[in-house]
């Protein structure tokens, strides 16, 4: 690899390496491996996957669980100080699922555009083998692996990689603010057929604060991260602050998107999908409401059944912001599910165009 290249991706991971040879090892193929020598990036994708599992279950935890000692009305002599959270098992199982599922870390290395740097043998660059989604998500495992040894294991740095990487906002959001980071990424494809580019730095301030009425003052470092953001030459440079890196790049891409916005660079609804259809209307549904142009649609359901005893399925699309809903019947709850939304989402597209 060469120097801007090391810069490049470890500007996106928002991770500085100490051991470069680690990173790079992230990329080697086994194909490679056995055709110049040298160790390959499997064992580095055994670490990652294990590491992605952890700090995914710490995620779910962290965005949905709680000590009851937490809440207004707990009373310590009467109340236990149980952990609970707001979803039951499975319902976690299904979210952790949909984060670590193939497609979707294929689709993270895609818009952080590292495929491009796997170091292949002759076979797999003839076949094409970088543009496998199991080939990506071998990639996203093995930096993942990679970044675990040369941190020593040190959690919040791994959390923040897997923070910037996964960007998991789009699959945890509640829809209370647009997904910001969703949106830049999108807006910066559609346009420009490019990929948002980031750097992060990170330093302390101090600040001081009186202890027990007492004059004395102590002095406390905190340290914040700082997210700058290029989404096009011809644009001003975006830039975010938090206490993370994923809340700096937050804060930098709600930046971007209040700039388009003002300046009436946005994409349109209509823009915004391609073909809409019935086949993919609950997800192109979805999609829009997440890029912020409504709430998350709601469905209701209702079973009867016909004269033969055959069941008749029910479903009527809700939009908060809507004083119209839209229902269908199928003999199947997934049929009635898709053209409820799909009669939503034409609505929708002709009202807000």
């Not at 236990?80 to 959270?85: I, K, L």
């Not at 170091?119 to 003839?126: A, H, P, R, V």
């Not at 980071?181 to 990170?202: A, M, R, S």
Request: aromatic share 12%; net charge negative; with cysteine.
């Amino acid at each position: 690899m060469k120097d801007n290249d090391f810069i490049f991706i470890q500007d996106q991971i928002a991770y500085n390496f100490k051991n470069l040879d680690l990173l790079q090892q992230a990329f080697v193929r086994r194909s490679y491996a056995k055709e110049n020598g040298g160790e390959d990036n499997e064992v580095l994708e055994f670490i990652g996957d294990k590491v992605l599992g952890f700090i995914i279950v710490k995620l779910l935890t962290e965005e949905y669980g709680y000590f009851l000692s937490e809440c207004d009305d707990f009373d310590k002599n009467e109340d236990f100080d149980e952990f609970v959270t707001d979803y039951n098992e499975n319902r976690l199982t299904e979210i952790k699922k949909k984060l670590v599922q193939k497609k979707t870390l294929a689709r993270r290395i895609d818009m952080l555009g590292l495929a491009e740097f796997l170091i292949m043998g002759k076979g797999d660059i003839k076949n094409r083998i970088n543009e496998e989604d199991s080939v990506k998500e071998d990639l996203f495992e093995a930096i993942l692996g990679a970044v675990a040894l040369d941190c020593e294991w040190d959690i919040s740095e791994l959390q923040d990689v897997v923070d910037i990487m996964l960007a998991p906002d789009s699959v945890l959001a509640e829809n209370i603010e647009p997904d910001y980071v969703g949106l830049i990424q999108d807006w910066t494809c559609k346009n420009n057929g490019t990929i948002p580019l980031y750097h992060f730095e990170e330093e302390y301030y101090r600040y001081s604060y009186r202890h027990n009425m007492v004059s004395r003052e102590n002095r406390i470092d905190e340290k914040q991260f700082h997210c700058f953001l290029t989404i096009d030459d011809n644009l001003p440079e975006f830039s975010g602050v938090g206490v993370s890196k994923r809340e700096a790049r937050k804060a930098a891409c709600n930046e971007a998107y209040d700039y388009l916005e003002e300046h009436d660079l946005t994409n349109s609804i209509r823009n915004e999908i391609e073909n809409p259809n019935i086949a993919e209307a609950i997800n192109q549904l979805e999609t829009l409401a997440r890029r912020g142009y409504f709430s998350i649609p709601v469905y209701k359901f209702c079973q009867n059944h016909d004269r033969n005893g055959n069941p008749i399925w029910k479903c009527e699309c809700f939009i908060a912001e809507e004083e119209k809903s839209f229902f269908s019947k199928s003999s199947t709850k997934k049929e009635a599910k898709r053209s409820s939304a799909f009669k939503m989402l034409k609505y929708l597209l002709e009202e807000l165009c």
